[in-house]
Structure formats: structure tokens, C-alpha cells
């Protein structure tokens, strides 16, 4: 919620947003990696001071979600390190879309317009 509120394109007209959303980036990735979490439980930042540097966000486990959020902190030069499937690719280079099932209590709604 942080991350959508403090945007820099949703705050154009205020330049602190831009830094406050560095920070929800920089902590977010912190608290969603158990190692990094741990180290600054243990030893606040200065364990994590030469990561700092090299920081890189794994979204590739939010599956949908992810392309939200790298988007959103992709436009900060923040590494994402993000995975496609290689169905999606072959479905993408072959122009082929494949019916799946969709997870229980899982609702899609939307507009699918012919493409030719």
C-alpha cells in the first residue's frame, strides 16, 4: 500500500514521495528475505550495509503480483530478478494461447477483443 501511495507518478508534484518510496523499496526487500530479515533483527542496518549497494528484489515468487511490483520498483534502477515460464515464452513466440483451470474461489472478469 506504501509503495502505490508514495509513487513517484501518483506524486509528480512532490519530490519527498520519490525518496520515501526508495525506502518502502529498500524495506520491503529486507523483511521478504528470511536471511536479510534475520540480519537486521540481529544487527540492525549495519549488517546490512554492503548489501546496500547490490540491492536486488526476487519477486519471482508473487507469481500475478509480480508484475506490479516490478514495475513499480523498476522505475528506481532496482534490480528485479523476475522468471517467465517457458509456456508463456512458447505462447508468446507462437502466438498460442492455452485454456487452463483457474485455482478455487479464483474469479476473472474483463474484455478479450480479437486481435488479426
Given at each position: 500500500k506504501l509503495a502505490l501511495k508514495y509513487h513517484p507518478d501518483?506524486?509528480?508534484?512532490n519530490p519527498e514521495a520519490s525518496e520515501h518510496f526508495k525506502e518502502v523499496a529498500?524495506?520491503?526487500?529486507?523483511?521478504?528475505?528470511p536471511e536479510k530479515r534475520r540480519q537486521y533483527d540481529t544487527a540492525g542496518f549495519e549488517a546490512?550495509?554492503?548489501?546496500n549497494m547490490d540491492m536486488e528484489i526476487d519477486l519471482s515468487n508473487l507469481g500475478t503480483?509480480?508484475?506490479m511490483f516490478a514495475a513499480l520498483f523498476s522505475k528506481l534502477g532496482v534490480p528485479i530478478k523476475t522468471t517467465?515460464?517457458?509456456?508463456?515464452l512458447e505462447e508468446a513466440l507462437n502466438g498460442t494461447v492455452?485454456?487452463?483451470?483457474?485455482?478455487f474461489g479464483t474469479s476473472v472478469s474483463g474484455k478479450v477483443e480479437k486481435q488479426c
Open positions: 501518483k506524486n509528480a508534484n529498500y524495506s520491503y526487500n529486507i523483511l521478504s528475505d546490512l550495509e554492503t548489501e503480483f509480480n508484475t517467465v515460464s517457458p509456456t508463456v492455452t485454456v487452463r483451470p483457474l485455482p
